[in-house]
């Protein structure tokens, strides 16, 4: 099994850009997470879908930040325009429901 | 809203120790709950995962316990090694389909 995969693995970019970061999810799970970790706030959750269909985005810190599943295998979460406090390591995750969630190895996002 | 506590925040102890990692939460009402770790720059890796109907699992020198009464989980490490030295989060999922609630983990470092 490939594993959640996610890229970039490095984005560095200037303020007000558009940032498109990506994940495949591992054949079979059904839910999707995304999480944004820092030093100042650790792991937070902004959003998850199941079955392709967004549960719970409450943690999406605001409207310059959107996230798709178009299908089983692609997830995008898109910040658009980009600020340098959105600076952090993007990860995302996956699970069965109730079995263990398996983490990608993340996107180090960088803005300038 | 669950809350989930990880204590202490670091912990170094010399190689070979046996050692506990602690993690609390406040809603006793869980459906599982996992520990990962997570190594400098990389994302965070599975290790165990304790259903709501059990009292422990064990992989190798691993062991993790769960009382749900007391809101508390314990990760067990024999024999610690300086491959060990990573930070370790704990979990918890309130019910099949809900979002994890992760603690602020603990950092090991096992001294050679």
């Known amino acids: 099994d490939a594993g959640v995969i996610q890229s970039p693995r490095h984005e560095v970019t200037e303020m007000g850009q558009e940032v498109t970061l990506r994940c495949k999810p591992i054949?079979?799970?059904?839910?999707l997470f995304w999480y944004r970790q820092t030093m100042m706030r650790g792991l937070e959750l902004l959003i998850y879908?199941?079955?392709?269909?967004?549960?719970?985005d409450s943690g999406m810190p605001e409207d310059r930040f959107s996230a798709k599943m178009p299908n089983a295998s692609f997830s995008t979460l898109k910040i658009q325009p980009s600020e340098p406090r959105d600076s952090a390591v993007y990860f995302c995750?996956?699970?069965?429901?109730?079995?263990?969630?398996?983490f990608g190895d993340g996107t180090r996002l960088s803005i300038l | 809203k669950q809350e989930v506590t990880q204590i202490p925040a670091a912990l170094s102890v010399p190689e070979g120790e046996n050692l506990v990692l602690n993690c609390s939460f406040t809603d006793s009402a869980i459906y599982n709950l996992q520990w990962f770790r997570q190594d400098p720059g990389k994302g965070l890796t599975s290790l165990l995962l304790?259903?709501?109907?059990?009292r422990e699992q064990t992989s190798g020198r691993l062991n993790a316990s769960l009382d749900k009464s007391s809101g508390r989980s314990t990760l067990y490490i024999a024999a610690s090694q300086p491959g060990d030295s990573a930070t370790y989060l704990c979990a918890v999922n309130l019910f099949i389909g809900n979002q994890f609630y992760f603690g602020t983990g603990t950092s090991l470092t096992v001294i050679p």
């Open positions: 054949s079979g799970h059904d839910y």
């Open positions: 304790i259903q709501s109907s059990q």
């Open positions: 879908f199941n079955n392709n269909v967004p549960i719970d």
């Open positions: 995750a996956s699970n069965q429901g109730g079995q263990p969630q398996h």
